[in-house]
Protein backbone atom coordinates (compact mmCIF):
# COMPACT_ATOMS: atom_id res chain seq x y z
CA UNK A 1 0.00 0.00 0.00
CA UNK A 2 1.02 3.41 -0.49
CA UNK A 3 2.55 5.72 2.25
CA UNK A 4 -0.11 7.83 3.87
CA UNK A 5 1.25 11.13 1.96
CA UNK A 6 0.85 9.53 -1.07
CA UNK A 7 -2.63 8.41 -0.31
CA UNK A 8 -3.86 11.34 0.77
CA UNK A 9 -2.63 13.24 -1.90
CA UNK A 10 -4.46 11.23 -4.44
CA UNK A 11 -7.38 11.34 -2.58
CA UNK A 12 -7.66 15.13 -2.97
CA UNK A 13 -6.25 15.62 -5.75
CA UNK A 14 -8.67 13.18 -7.44
CA UNK A 15 -11.91 14.34 -5.22
CA UNK A 16 -11.18 18.02 -5.78
CA UNK A 17 -11.19 17.52 -10.12
CA UNK A 18 -14.97 16.26 -9.62
CA UNK A 19 -15.80 18.35 -6.70
CA UNK A 20 -14.71 21.56 -7.99
CA UNK A 21 -16.93 22.24 -10.56
CA UNK A 22 -20.00 20.85 -9.22
CA UNK A 23 -19.62 22.84 -6.35
CA UNK A 24 -19.51 26.01 -8.70
CA UNK A 25 -22.76 24.51 -10.52
CA UNK A 26 -24.82 24.55 -7.00
CA UNK A 27 -23.96 27.82 -5.93
CA UNK A 28 -24.68 29.39 -9.05
CA UNK A 29 -27.80 27.50 -8.95
CA UNK A 30 -28.33 28.34 -5.43
CA UNK A 31 -27.86 32.06 -6.39
CA UNK A 32 -30.52 31.81 -8.89
CA UNK A 33 -33.39 30.47 -6.84
CA UNK A 34 -32.25 33.02 -4.18
CA UNK A 35 -32.63 36.25 -6.41
CA UNK A 36 -35.52 34.49 -8.53
CA UNK A 37 -37.37 31.54 -7.45
CA UNK A 38 -39.52 29.96 -9.27
CA UNK A 39 -40.31 26.11 -9.76
CA UNK A 40 -37.57 26.13 -12.33
CA UNK A 41 -35.04 27.66 -10.18
CA UNK A 42 -36.02 25.36 -7.25
CA UNK A 43 -35.70 22.56 -9.24
CA UNK A 44 -32.41 22.97 -10.57
CA UNK A 45 -30.61 23.61 -7.34
CA UNK A 46 -32.08 20.63 -6.15
CA UNK A 47 -30.78 18.45 -8.70
CA UNK A 48 -27.31 20.56 -8.27
CA UNK A 49 -27.02 19.91 -4.90
CA UNK A 50 -28.32 16.39 -4.92
CA UNK A 51 -25.60 15.60 -7.33
CA UNK A 52 -22.88 17.19 -5.19
CA UNK A 53 -24.37 15.40 -2.16
CA UNK A 54 -23.89 12.09 -4.16
CA UNK A 55 -20.58 12.63 -4.35
CA UNK A 56 -19.75 13.37 -0.93
CA UNK A 57 -22.15 10.43 -0.06
CA UNK A 58 -19.33 7.93 -1.93
CA UNK A 59 -18.32 5.36 0.02
CA UNK A 60 -14.74 5.10 -0.68
CA UNK A 61 -13.70 8.46 -0.71
CA UNK A 62 -15.48 8.51 2.91
CA UNK A 63 -13.76 5.78 4.29
CA UNK A 64 -10.42 6.89 2.39
CA UNK A 65 -10.78 9.90 4.18
CA UNK A 66 -11.61 8.64 7.80
CA UNK A 67 -8.67 6.45 7.82
CA UNK A 68 -5.99 9.00 6.67
CA UNK A 69 -7.26 11.43 9.00
CA UNK A 70 -6.38 8.95 12.04
CA UNK A 71 -2.76 8.24 10.16
CA UNK A 72 0.44 10.26 10.29
CA UNK A 73 1.18 12.20 7.15
CA UNK A 74 3.92 13.93 6.50
CA UNK A 75 2.71 17.47 4.79
CA UNK A 76 0.68 19.33 7.08
CA UNK A 77 -1.70 20.73 4.52
CA UNK A 78 -2.08 17.18 3.25
CA UNK A 79 -3.05 16.10 6.84
CA UNK A 80 -5.60 18.67 7.08
CA UNK A 81 -7.20 18.80 3.71
CA UNK A 82 -7.68 15.08 4.47
CA UNK A 83 -9.43 15.32 7.99
CA UNK A 84 -11.50 18.24 6.45
CA UNK A 85 -12.80 15.80 3.97
CA UNK A 86 -13.49 13.62 5.98
CA UNK A 87 -15.67 16.07 8.48
CA UNK A 88 -17.13 17.11 5.29
CA UNK A 89 -17.85 13.46 3.76
CA UNK A 90 -19.15 12.26 7.36
CA UNK A 91 -22.41 15.08 7.05
CA UNK A 92 -23.32 12.95 3.85
CA UNK A 93 -23.55 9.13 5.17
CA UNK A 94 -27.09 8.57 4.30
CA UNK A 95 -28.83 6.22 1.75
CA UNK A 96 -29.82 7.80 -1.37
CA UNK A 97 -32.93 7.79 -1.16
CA UNK A 98 -32.89 9.77 2.38
CA UNK A 99 -30.16 11.98 0.65
CA UNK A 100 -32.18 12.77 -2.09
CA UNK A 101 -35.38 13.95 0.19
CA UNK A 102 -33.12 16.06 2.44
CA UNK A 103 -31.56 17.86 -0.37
CA UNK A 104 -35.50 18.38 -1.82
CA UNK A 105 -37.27 19.43 1.35
CA UNK A 106 -34.48 22.03 2.05
CA UNK A 107 -34.83 23.44 -1.39
CA UNK A 108 -38.97 23.35 -0.86
CA UNK A 109 -38.05 25.19 2.10
CA UNK A 110 -35.95 27.81 0.60
CA UNK A 111 -38.73 28.24 -1.54
CA UNK A 112 -41.19 29.16 0.56
CA UNK A 113 -38.90 31.28 2.89
CA UNK A 114 -37.96 33.47 -0.13
CA UNK A 115 -41.39 34.11 -1.82
CA UNK A 116 -43.67 34.05 1.62
CA UNK A 117 -45.16 37.67 2.16
CA UNK A 118 -47.37 38.20 5.34
CA UNK A 119 -51.13 38.91 4.90
CA UNK A 120 -51.07 42.59 6.47
CA UNK A 121 -54.90 43.93 6.73
CA UNK A 122 -55.34 42.10 2.81
CA UNK A 123 -52.01 43.37 1.49
CA UNK A 124 -49.12 40.83 0.82
CA UNK A 125 -46.23 42.55 3.04
CA UNK A 126 -42.52 41.79 2.53
CA UNK A 127 -40.06 41.25 6.15
CA UNK A 128 -39.08 44.73 5.68
CA UNK A 129 -42.23 46.45 5.48
CA UNK A 130 -43.38 44.40 8.78
CA UNK A 131 -39.82 46.09 10.30
CA UNK A 132 -41.14 49.08 9.19
CA UNK A 133 -44.35 48.85 11.00
CA UNK A 134 -43.10 47.78 13.73
CA UNK A 135 -40.43 50.60 13.96
CA UNK A 136 -43.06 52.87 13.54
CA UNK A 137 -46.64 52.39 14.06
CA UNK A 138 -48.27 53.58 17.11
CA UNK A 139 -51.41 51.49 16.59
CA UNK A 140 -51.24 48.30 19.09
CA UNK A 141 -53.59 46.25 16.93
CA UNK A 142 -51.91 46.79 13.71
CA UNK A 143 -48.87 46.23 15.25
CA UNK A 144 -50.07 42.60 16.27
CA UNK A 145 -51.85 42.52 12.82
CA UNK A 146 -47.88 42.68 11.13
CA UNK A 147 -46.06 40.79 13.93
CA UNK A 148 -48.60 38.17 13.25
CA UNK A 149 -48.20 37.82 9.33
CA UNK A 150 -44.33 37.18 9.57
CA UNK A 151 -45.43 34.08 12.36
CA UNK A 152 -47.82 32.72 9.15
CA UNK A 153 -44.55 31.07 7.72
CA UNK A 154 -44.82 28.88 10.54
CA UNK A 155 -47.65 26.49 9.60
CA UNK A 156 -46.04 26.02 5.94
CA UNK A 157 -42.82 25.41 6.87
CA UNK A 158 -42.87 23.25 10.41
CA UNK A 159 -44.29 19.97 8.56
CA UNK A 160 -41.09 20.11 6.57
CA UNK A 161 -38.91 21.05 9.14
CA UNK A 162 -39.75 18.36 11.31
CA UNK A 163 -39.29 15.63 8.20
CA UNK A 164 -36.14 17.26 7.69
CA UNK A 165 -35.56 16.92 11.53
CA UNK A 166 -36.41 13.28 12.01
CA UNK A 167 -34.02 12.76 8.26
CA UNK A 168 -31.00 14.40 9.98
CA UNK A 169 -31.42 12.49 13.55
CA UNK A 170 -31.65 8.62 11.30
CA UNK A 171 -28.39 9.48 9.77
CA UNK A 172 -26.22 10.85 12.56
CA UNK A 173 -27.57 7.59 14.79
CA UNK A 174 -26.65 5.49 12.26
CA UNK A 175 -23.39 7.07 12.62
CA UNK A 176 -23.06 6.39 16.32
CA UNK A 177 -23.83 10.31 17.23
CA UNK A 178 -26.34 10.94 19.66
CA UNK A 179 -28.30 13.35 17.14
CA UNK A 180 -27.47 15.89 14.40
CA UNK A 181 -27.32 18.08 16.53
CA UNK A 182 -23.98 16.31 18.41
CA UNK A 183 -22.99 15.59 15.18
CA UNK A 184 -23.42 18.84 13.87
CA UNK A 185 -20.86 20.59 16.45
CA UNK A 186 -18.11 17.65 15.56
CA UNK A 187 -18.10 18.18 11.87
CA UNK A 188 -17.50 21.84 13.19
CA UNK A 189 -15.15 20.98 15.66
CA UNK A 190 -16.40 22.28 18.58
CA UNK A 191 -16.85 20.95 21.51
CA UNK A 192 -20.20 20.61 22.95
CA UNK A 193 -19.19 20.86 26.66
CA UNK A 194 -16.99 23.86 25.98
CA UNK A 195 -19.97 25.31 24.07
CA UNK A 196 -22.57 25.48 26.66
CA UNK A 197 -20.45 25.90 29.63
CA UNK A 198 -19.34 29.02 27.68
CA UNK A 199 -23.17 29.85 27.39
CA UNK A 200 -23.77 29.19 30.48
CA UNK A 201 -21.27 31.89 31.97
CA UNK A 202 -21.67 34.28 29.80
CA UNK A 203 -26.25 34.07 30.38
CA UNK A 204 -24.84 34.15 34.24
CA UNK A 205 -22.71 36.99 33.44
CA UNK A 206 -24.97 39.07 31.40
CA UNK A 207 -28.64 38.61 33.52
CA UNK A 208 -28.20 41.12 35.40
CA UNK A 209 -27.35 43.96 32.98
CA UNK A 210 -29.38 42.46 30.74
CA UNK A 211 -32.60 42.50 33.12
CA UNK A 212 -31.97 46.41 34.27
CA UNK A 213 -31.43 47.24 29.71
CA UNK A 214 -34.43 44.97 29.39
CA UNK A 215 -36.36 47.25 31.61
CA UNK A 216 -35.49 50.57 29.93
CA UNK A 217 -36.26 48.90 27.01
CA UNK A 218 -39.87 47.87 28.42
CA UNK A 219 -40.40 51.67 29.62
CA UNK A 220 -39.11 52.90 25.99
CA UNK A 221 -41.83 51.11 24.19
CA UNK A 222 -44.83 52.10 27.74
CA UNK A 223 -43.80 55.40 26.86
CA UNK A 224 -43.96 55.19 22.96
CA UNK A 225 -47.09 53.47 22.58
CA UNK A 226 -48.97 54.30 25.61
CA UNK A 227 -49.12 50.49 27.02
CA UNK A 228 -48.13 49.43 30.42
CA UNK A 229 -45.38 47.60 31.04
CA UNK A 230 -46.85 45.18 32.54
CA UNK A 231 -48.96 44.52 29.36
CA UNK A 232 -46.29 44.47 26.60
CA UNK A 233 -46.18 41.37 24.54
CA UNK A 234 -43.79 40.55 21.38
CA UNK A 235 -45.69 43.17 19.02
CA UNK A 236 -44.68 45.73 21.14
CA UNK A 237 -41.01 45.69 20.42
CA UNK A 238 -39.38 46.65 16.90
CA UNK A 239 -38.03 43.53 16.08
CA UNK A 240 -39.97 40.07 15.42
CA UNK A 241 -37.82 37.87 17.42
CA UNK A 242 -36.44 40.42 19.94
CA UNK A 243 -32.82 40.28 18.66
CA UNK A 244 -32.48 43.59 17.05
CA UNK A 245 -31.60 46.42 19.97
CA UNK A 246 -34.98 48.62 19.56
CA UNK A 247 -34.26 52.74 19.24
CA UNK A 248 -35.97 55.69 20.32
CA UNK A 249 -36.72 58.53 18.31
CA UNK A 250 -33.63 60.12 19.61
CA UNK A 251 -31.44 57.22 19.60
CA UNK A 252 -32.33 55.85 15.97
CA UNK A 253 -30.26 56.71 12.94
CA UNK A 254 -32.60 56.04 10.41
CA UNK A 255 -33.59 59.64 10.48
CA UNK A 256 -30.08 60.72 10.00
CA UNK A 257 -29.36 58.42 7.11
CA UNK A 258 -32.82 59.33 5.00
CA UNK A 259 -31.81 59.74 1.75
CA UNK A 260 -28.27 58.42 2.26
CA UNK A 261 -26.44 55.86 -0.14
CA UNK A 262 -25.36 52.99 2.58
CA UNK A 263 -24.05 52.01 -0.85
CA UNK A 264 -21.67 55.03 -0.46
CA UNK A 265 -20.94 54.99 3.11
CA UNK A 266 -20.02 51.05 3.04
CA UNK A 267 -17.82 51.63 -0.15
CA UNK A 268 -15.93 54.56 1.11
CA UNK A 269 -15.29 52.68 4.74
CA UNK A 270 -14.02 49.72 3.21
CA UNK A 271 -11.59 51.93 0.13
CA UNK A 272 -9.90 53.92 3.24
CA UNK A 273 -8.97 50.09 5.20
CA UNK A 274 -7.58 48.99 1.68
CA UNK A 275 -10.28 46.76 0.77
CA UNK A 276 -12.00 49.12 -2.11
CA UNK A 277 -10.84 46.37 -5.16
CA UNK A 278 -12.14 44.02 -3.19
CA UNK A 279 -15.56 45.55 -2.88
CA UNK A 280 -15.84 46.72 -6.22
CA UNK A 281 -15.20 43.44 -7.08
CA UNK A 282 -18.07 41.78 -5.18
CA UNK A 283 -20.55 44.40 -6.14
CA UNK A 284 -20.29 43.91 -9.80
CA UNK A 285 -22.04 40.46 -9.18
CA UNK A 286 -24.17 41.51 -6.29
CA UNK A 287 -28.11 41.69 -5.97
CA UNK A 288 -28.47 44.89 -3.30
CA UNK A 289 -32.15 45.80 -3.54
CA UNK A 290 -35.73 44.15 -2.99
CA UNK A 291 -38.09 42.82 -5.44
CA UNK A 292 -40.44 40.16 -5.51
CA UNK A 293 -39.61 36.56 -5.47
CA UNK A 294 -36.06 37.36 -4.12
CA UNK A 295 -35.46 36.41 -0.92
CA UNK A 296 -35.91 38.94 1.87
CA UNK A 297 -32.69 38.02 3.80
CA UNK A 298 -29.41 38.59 3.32
CA UNK A 299 -26.00 36.76 2.44
CA UNK A 300 -22.80 36.56 1.04
CA UNK A 301 -21.64 33.40 -1.38
CA UNK A 302 -18.38 32.50 -2.22
CA UNK A 303 -19.28 31.00 -6.36
CA UNK A 304 -15.87 29.32 -6.78
CA UNK A 305 -13.34 29.81 -4.36
CA UNK A 306 -11.27 31.50 -7.17
CA UNK A 307 -12.77 35.14 -6.67
CA UNK A 308 -16.55 35.25 -7.97
CA UNK A 309 -17.95 36.10 -4.35
CA UNK A 310 -21.24 37.78 -4.28
CA UNK A 311 -23.51 39.65 -1.81
CA UNK A 312 -27.11 39.34 -1.37
CA UNK A 313 -29.38 42.49 0.21
CA UNK A 314 -32.45 44.25 0.06
CA UNK A 315 -30.99 47.74 0.88
CA UNK A 316 -32.78 50.71 2.20
CA UNK A 317 -31.74 53.50 3.37
CA UNK A 318 -31.82 52.63 7.31
CA UNK A 319 -29.19 51.39 10.12
CA UNK A 320 -30.32 48.20 10.01
CA UNK A 321 -29.08 47.93 6.32
CA UNK A 322 -26.09 50.09 6.78
CA UNK A 323 -24.69 47.13 9.42
CA UNK A 324 -26.39 44.26 7.17
CA UNK A 325 -23.90 45.72 3.92
CA UNK A 326 -21.18 46.54 6.38
CA UNK A 327 -21.20 42.27 7.65
CA UNK A 328 -22.01 40.76 4.01
CA UNK A 329 -18.76 42.53 2.51
CA UNK A 330 -17.02 41.77 5.81
CA UNK A 331 -17.79 38.04 4.73
CA UNK A 332 -16.86 38.62 1.49
CA UNK A 333 -13.03 40.44 1.94
CA UNK A 334 -12.40 37.24 4.04
CA UNK A 335 -13.11 35.02 0.89
CA UNK A 336 -11.24 36.92 -1.21
CA UNK A 337 -8.39 37.81 1.13
CA UNK A 338 -7.90 33.92 1.81
CA UNK A 339 -4.37 32.31 0.23
CA UNK A 340 -5.84 30.87 -3.90
CA UNK A 341 -2.42 28.88 -4.01
CA UNK A 342 -4.08 26.98 -0.91
CA UNK A 343 -5.82 23.86 -2.66
CA UNK A 344 -9.16 23.79 -3.04
CA UNK A 345 -10.46 22.50 0.08
CA UNK A 346 -8.75 24.69 2.18
CA UNK A 347 -9.13 27.48 0.40
CA UNK A 348 -12.20 28.34 2.72
CA UNK A 349 -12.72 30.04 5.94
CA UNK A 350 -11.28 28.37 8.90
CA UNK A 351 -14.45 27.93 10.50
CA UNK A 352 -17.60 29.25 10.14
CA UNK A 353 -17.61 31.95 13.20
CA UNK A 354 -14.17 32.86 11.44
CA UNK A 355 -16.07 34.48 8.73
CA UNK A 356 -18.92 35.50 11.01
CA UNK A 357 -16.00 37.28 13.17
CA UNK A 358 -15.00 39.65 10.21
CA UNK A 359 -18.54 40.32 9.07
CA UNK A 360 -19.64 41.16 12.79
CA UNK A 361 -16.68 43.14 13.49
CA UNK A 362 -17.02 45.65 9.89
CA UNK A 363 -21.25 46.01 11.25
CA UNK A 364 -20.01 47.48 14.59
CA UNK A 365 -18.65 50.40 12.75
CA UNK A 366 -22.29 51.49 12.35
CA UNK A 367 -22.57 52.39 15.51
CA UNK A 368 -18.78 53.74 16.01
CA UNK A 369 -18.61 57.47 16.54
CA UNK A 370 -15.51 57.74 14.13
CA UNK A 371 -17.10 55.93 11.09
CA UNK A 372 -20.13 57.79 11.65
CA UNK A 373 -18.18 61.21 11.81
CA UNK A 374 -16.22 60.17 8.67
CA UNK A 375 -18.64 58.71 6.22
CA UNK A 376 -22.22 60.69 8.01
CA UNK A 377 -21.88 62.99 10.02
CA UNK A 378 -19.62 64.33 13.68
CA UNK A 379 -21.36 62.49 16.60
CA UNK A 380 -21.60 64.98 19.36
CA UNK A 381 -20.51 63.78 23.22
CA UNK A 382 -23.82 62.76 24.02
CA UNK A 383 -24.30 61.24 20.53
CA UNK A 384 -21.33 59.32 21.25
CA UNK A 385 -22.66 58.16 24.74
CA UNK A 386 -26.04 57.03 22.86
CA UNK A 387 -24.11 55.08 20.63
CA UNK A 388 -22.24 53.10 22.77
CA UNK A 389 -24.92 52.61 24.93
CA UNK A 390 -26.81 50.59 21.83
CA UNK A 391 -24.01 48.93 21.31
CA UNK A 392 -23.99 47.43 24.52
CA UNK A 393 -27.72 46.77 24.14
CA UNK A 394 -27.09 44.79 21.35
CA UNK A 395 -24.57 43.01 22.38
CA UNK A 396 -26.09 41.61 25.74
CA UNK A 397 -29.42 41.26 23.75
CA UNK A 398 -27.33 38.75 21.00
CA UNK A 399 -26.14 36.73 24.40
CA UNK A 400 -29.64 36.27 25.56
CA UNK A 401 -30.55 35.44 21.77
CA UNK A 402 -27.95 32.62 20.69
CA UNK A 403 -28.80 31.27 24.42
CA UNK A 404 -32.53 30.62 22.76
CA UNK A 405 -31.70 29.47 19.56
CA UNK A 406 -28.71 27.29 20.55
CA UNK A 407 -30.74 25.59 23.48
CA UNK A 408 -33.79 25.20 21.41
CA UNK A 409 -32.23 23.72 18.72
CA UNK A 410 -30.12 20.86 21.33
CA UNK A 411 -33.70 19.75 22.02
CA UNK A 412 -35.50 19.89 18.51
CA UNK A 413 -33.36 17.03 17.59
CA UNK A 414 -33.20 15.64 21.38
CA UNK A 415 -34.62 11.83 21.01
CA UNK A 416 -37.46 11.25 21.14
CA UNK A 417 -38.26 14.42 18.83
CA UNK A 418 -41.25 16.28 19.88
CA UNK A 419 -44.05 17.43 17.95
CA UNK A 420 -45.13 21.12 17.21
CA UNK A 421 -47.55 22.10 19.80
CA UNK A 422 -44.16 20.96 22.40
CA UNK A 423 -41.76 22.65 20.73
CA UNK A 424 -43.84 25.87 20.64
CA UNK A 425 -43.89 25.45 24.55
CA UNK A 426 -39.98 24.83 24.88
CA UNK A 427 -39.76 27.89 22.47
CA UNK A 428 -41.64 30.49 24.74
CA UNK A 429 -40.03 28.56 27.67
CA UNK A 430 -36.89 29.78 26.23
CA UNK A 431 -37.89 32.95 25.06
CA UNK A 432 -39.42 33.95 28.62
CA UNK A 433 -36.31 32.98 30.29
CA UNK A 434 -33.19 33.91 28.98
CA UNK A 435 -35.07 37.18 26.33
CA UNK A 436 -37.58 37.99 29.24
CA UNK A 437 -40.36 38.76 26.54
CA UNK A 438 -43.89 37.54 27.45
CA UNK A 439 -45.61 34.65 25.39
CA UNK A 440 -48.81 35.71 23.65
CA UNK A 441 -51.94 34.49 25.08
CA UNK A 442 -52.98 30.92 23.50
CA UNK A 443 -51.48 28.19 21.68
CA UNK A 444 -48.29 29.21 19.47
CA UNK A 445 -47.53 25.66 17.71
CA UNK A 446 -45.39 26.96 14.92
CA UNK A 447 -43.44 30.23 16.11
CA UNK A 448 -40.32 28.65 16.03
CA UNK A 449 -40.33 27.88 12.49
CA UNK A 450 -40.74 31.34 11.60
CA UNK A 451 -36.36 31.43 12.23
CA UNK A 452 -35.24 30.05 8.77
CA UNK A 453 -31.63 29.03 10.38
CA UNK A 454 -33.90 26.55 12.17
CA UNK A 455 -34.67 24.59 8.78
CA UNK A 456 -32.26 26.07 6.48
CA UNK A 457 -29.33 27.00 8.69
CA UNK A 458 -29.23 23.92 11.49
CA UNK A 459 -26.85 24.13 14.17
CA UNK A 460 -25.51 27.45 13.50
CA UNK A 461 -26.56 30.38 15.48
CA UNK A 462 -23.86 29.85 18.61
CA UNK A 463 -21.48 30.86 15.81
CA UNK A 464 -22.78 34.15 15.67
CA UNK A 465 -22.02 34.76 19.34
CA UNK A 466 -18.09 32.82 18.60
CA UNK A 467 -17.85 35.61 16.09
CA UNK A 468 -18.82 38.20 18.17
CA UNK A 469 -16.48 37.15 20.82
CA UNK A 470 -13.52 36.86 18.08
CA UNK A 471 -14.54 39.90 16.96
CA UNK A 472 -13.59 41.53 20.00
CA UNK A 473 -10.25 39.85 19.78
CA UNK A 474 -9.48 40.60 16.72
CA UNK A 475 -10.18 44.65 17.44
CA UNK A 476 -7.98 44.77 20.23
CA UNK A 477 -5.33 43.13 18.05
CA UNK A 478 -5.43 45.22 15.71
CA UNK A 479 -5.87 48.59 17.82
CA UNK A 480 -2.48 47.18 19.65
CA UNK A 481 -0.45 45.77 16.29
CA UNK A 482 -0.88 48.98 14.48
CA UNK A 483 -1.05 51.46 17.00
CA UNK A 484 -4.68 52.55 15.81
CA UNK A 485 -8.25 51.80 16.21
CA UNK A 486 -9.95 50.14 12.91
CA UNK A 487 -12.10 52.69 10.86
CA UNK A 488 -9.77 54.75 9.17
CA UNK A 489 -6.68 52.31 9.48
CA UNK A 490 -5.15 51.70 6.42
CA UNK A 491 -2.73 49.36 8.35
CA UNK A 492 -5.53 47.47 9.20
CA UNK A 493 -6.57 45.69 5.81
CA UNK A 494 -2.63 44.09 5.98
CA UNK A 495 -3.34 42.98 9.37
CA UNK A 496 -6.65 41.33 8.56
CA UNK A 497 -5.13 39.46 5.62
CA UNK A 498 -1.72 38.00 7.04
CA UNK A 499 -3.32 37.43 10.34
CA UNK A 500 -6.61 36.13 9.26
CA UNK A 501 -7.71 35.65 5.94
CA UNK A 502 -4.45 34.27 4.47
CA UNK A 503 -4.49 31.15 6.35
CA UNK A 504 -7.83 29.80 5.36
CA UNK A 505 -9.27 26.70 6.47
CA UNK A 506 -5.23 25.66 6.93
CA UNK A 507 -5.73 26.25 10.13
CA UNK A 508 -8.02 24.76 12.83
CA UNK A 509 -9.73 28.12 14.46
CA UNK A 510 -8.09 27.58 18.09
CA UNK A 511 -5.06 27.93 16.44
CA UNK A 512 -6.04 30.74 14.28
CA UNK A 513 -7.71 32.87 17.05
CA UNK A 514 -4.54 32.31 19.28
CA UNK A 515 -2.09 33.30 16.57
CA UNK A 516 -3.96 36.21 15.24
CA UNK A 517 -4.81 37.90 18.87
CA UNK A 518 -2.55 36.17 21.23
CA UNK A 519 -4.54 34.56 23.38
CA UNK A 520 -7.94 31.70 23.07
CA UNK A 521 -10.78 32.08 22.16
CA UNK A 522 -12.95 33.67 25.23
CA UNK A 523 -15.35 35.93 26.92
CA UNK A 524 -13.41 38.07 28.80
CA UNK A 525 -12.62 40.61 25.72
CA UNK A 526 -16.06 40.73 24.65
CA UNK A 527 -17.61 41.52 28.24
CA UNK A 528 -14.97 44.18 29.30
CA UNK A 529 -16.03 45.92 25.84
CA UNK A 530 -19.99 45.61 26.59
CA UNK A 531 -20.54 44.53 29.87
CA UNK A 532 -17.77 46.47 32.02
CA UNK A 533 -16.05 43.00 32.96
Known amino acids: MAAPTERARALIDGFTARAEPLARRAALAQWQLATNADADAERAAAEAQVELA????????????????????DDPMLARGAHLLYLATLAYRRDPKTLERIVALETELEGVYSTYRGDLDGEAVSENKIREVLRTEKDTERRRRAWEASKGIGPLAAPKILELVGLRNQVARALGFRDWFAMALFT???????LFALLDDLDARTLAPFTAEKAHIDQEASAWLGVSSSDLYPWHYQDVFFQEAPTTGRSSLDGLLEGSDVMVMAGSFYEDLGFGPDVSQILAKSDLYPRDKKSQHAFCTDIDRAGDVRILCNVEPSERWLETVLHELGHGIYDLGIDRSLPWGLRQPAHIFTTEAIAMLMGRRSRDPEFLGRYVRARSDDEQEMDRSLMRRRMLMLVRWVNVMTRFERELYAEPTKDAEALGKLWWDLVERHQL????????????????HVALAPVYYQNYLLGELAASQIEAAVAEMTGSPLTGNPDAAAF??????????????????????????????????????
Open 54 to 73: RLYAEDATFTEAKALSAEAI
Open 188 to 194: EELDEKW
Open 437 to 452: VRRPPGARPYDWATKI
Open 496 to 533: LRDRWFKPGASLRWDELVTRATGAPLGADRFLADFVGG
